[in-house]
């Protein structure tokens, strides 16, 4: 579980979430990936900013083994 320090950074990494970036749009969309779940796989928010959400793993885009 990731835990905010109040000083600028994240301890840990966000569980059951990944980001992918768009292509299209150069911008990061994070998407819930929680099992069992009804919202599993739905895309919940993007950043505007270009930049990557902090805390939350990439998915592989299947390139790499």
Same mark, same amino acid.
């Given at each position: *579980?990731?835990?905010? &320090? #109040? /000083? $600028?950074? @994240? /301890? #840990? +990494?966000?569980?059951? @979430? &990944?980001?992918?970036?768009?292509?299209? &749009? #150069?911008?990061? =969309?994070?998407?819930? @990936? /929680?099992? $069992? +779940? %009804? $919202?599993? $796989?739905? !895309? *919940?928010?993007?950043?505007?900013?270009? %930049?990557? !959400?902090?805390?939350? =793993? /990439?998915e592989?885009?299947?390139?790499?083994?």
């Amino acid at each position: *579980m990731a835990k905010n &320090t #109040g /000083e $600028g950074y @994240r /301890e #840990g +990494s966000v569980d059951d @979430r &990944t980001q992918v970036k768009n292509p299209v &749009t #150069g911008l990061y =969309a994070k998407r819930n @990936r /929680e099992d $069992g +779940s %009804e $919202g599993n $796989g739905r !895309f *919940m928010d993007v950043k505007l900013d270009g %930049e990557p !959400f902090k805390g939350v =793993a /990439e998915e592989p885009d299947g390139r790499r083994r």
